[in-house]
């Protein structure tokens, strides 16, 4: 059983110019500084917002796996939601008992918030792209 929301992951070509944005336009201005993840090919910036976030990621290298994702979306777009869980391996097991596909080996991997995480493919999921993360500790 899935928890809360922790993020809604958005692709952009510029974390700098969509922070501006989300300041600018929304007046989204509690921002995390920008962050490189060389083993997930991404970097990453969060807008804090009273009941989660949002993860803006932008492509860190060739292999970057939201390349695709942009060639598609030049301008960038929604790219996946993340729930908490309580115990990602038991979630991960669960969700391939029932026929869903999880992404890469299906070994989590720690994610933008020092926690491990697994992604289930969209085919399972009404086309979206679906992440699932370890609750983190209290206060984080
Ligand atoms: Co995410």
């Keep these: 059983m899935i928890g809360r929301i922790n993020h809604i ?8 110019e969509s922070l501006k ?3 600018d336009l929304y007046g989204a201005a509690d921002v995390t500084h920008i962050g ?16 989660g976030q949002i993860e803006l990621i932008e492509p860190y290298g060739d292999a970057s796996p939201i390349v695709a ?5 030049p301008k960038g777009g929604q790219h996946h939601l993340c729930f908490e869980v309580d115990d990602i391996i038991e979630a991960r097991d669960a969700l391939r ?8 080996t299906g070994e989590p991997r720690i994610g933008a918030h020092g926690v491990p995480v697994i992604f289930v493919h969209p085919k399972n999921s009404g086309g979206v792209l679906v992440e699932l993360m370890l609750k983190p500790p209290a206060g984080h």
């Design 9 to 16: 992951g958005v692709a952009t070509p510029s974390i700098a």
């Design 21 to 23: 944005m989300y300041a």
């Design 36 to 51: 490189a993840l060389p083993e997930q090919g991404v970097s990453v910036a969060f807008v804090n917002l009273p009941n």
């Design 69 to 73: 994702f942009l060639e598609k979306n």
């Design 97 to 104: 008992a029932k026929g869903a596909t999880i992404l890469g």
